[in-house]
């Protein structure tokens, strides 16, 4: 009977080992809220909460809150500053220790014509703070984007973006995010974006997943010339 019982649990240990599940697999999702609030002709305020799920509706990957301070030199040009608190879980098929990370993010945003097409462009520097289970490591990550949006009628519009996300201290091989999307403008200030995002990472992991979005915009400058 003892070596009934050991044979059935190094069997059990053995599949379970050869069970995890691939996140290429599945098709994950990534919610997202972001909003913009003008407080001067050169100055804003954006908050933003993304959601990562390895699954739909189910099994948490990410987390992330960030607020920023833009300035816009002008409508074409504008710098901000990131402060951004995230919670990672690098494990799909079980329950791991969380990497929790704090962030620091430098941005430059500039948005041009290139013929009739309208293009914007996205840098960023990343100075990203871990804490995990067993260790402190800090990295920097560099992030250029590059995307257009047409405007299908005014409640339609077309999203495509590209961006490369590259972390020298840890990988030579950069991160490439495609993205596709629509979105509905709900209002002047609001609208829904649903997408779909191609994620190839620096492990080469090829990950699919579906994005909704829901953005709106503040602006106080109304309020202010109104009083």
């Known amino acids: 009977m003892k070596k009934r019982l050991l044979i059935i649990s190094l069997f059990m240990v053995f599949y379970s080992s050869y069970s995890q599940i691939n996140p290429e697999d599945k098709l994950g999702a990534w919610y997202e809220i972001g909003s913009n609030h003008r407080i001067s002709e050169k100055t804003s305020i954006n908050v933003y909460t993304q959601l990562w799920l390895y699954e739909v509706n189910d099994n948490f990957n990410f987390f992330l809150i960030k607020t920023s301070y833009n300035y816009h030199f002008n409508p074409k040009l504008t710098a901000s500053i990131y402060l951004g608190y995230s919670d990672f879980d690098g494990n799909i098929s079980s329950s791991s220790p969380h990497t929790y990370e704090s962030r620091i993010t430098e941005q430059i945003t500039f948005k041009h014509k290139l013929s009739k097409i309208p293009l914007d462009h996205r840098f960023r520097i990343e100075h990203r703070f871990f ?3 067993d260790s402190k ?3 920097a990550r560099l992030r250029y984007r590059i995307g257009t949006k047409f405007n299908l009628n005014k409640t339609w519009f077309a999203r495509l973006t590209n961006e490369l996300l590259l ?7 950069p991160e490439n995010r495609l993205y596709t999307g629509l979105g509905i ?9 649903l997408g779909y995002i191609n994620r190839n990472t620096s492990n080469k992991e090829n ?3 579906i994005q909704v979005g ?3 915009k503040t602006d106080l400058r109304k309020k202010k010339k109104n009083s």
């Open 131 to 133: 804490r995990k289970h």
């Open 214 to 216: 829901l953005f709106f």
């Open 185 to 193: 403008n709900i209002s002047k200030s609001s609208n829904i974006q």
């Open 207 to 209: 990950l699919h997943r």
């Open 137 to 139: 490591p800090k990295v």
């Open 167 to 173: 972390t020298p201290k840890l990988s030579n091989t």
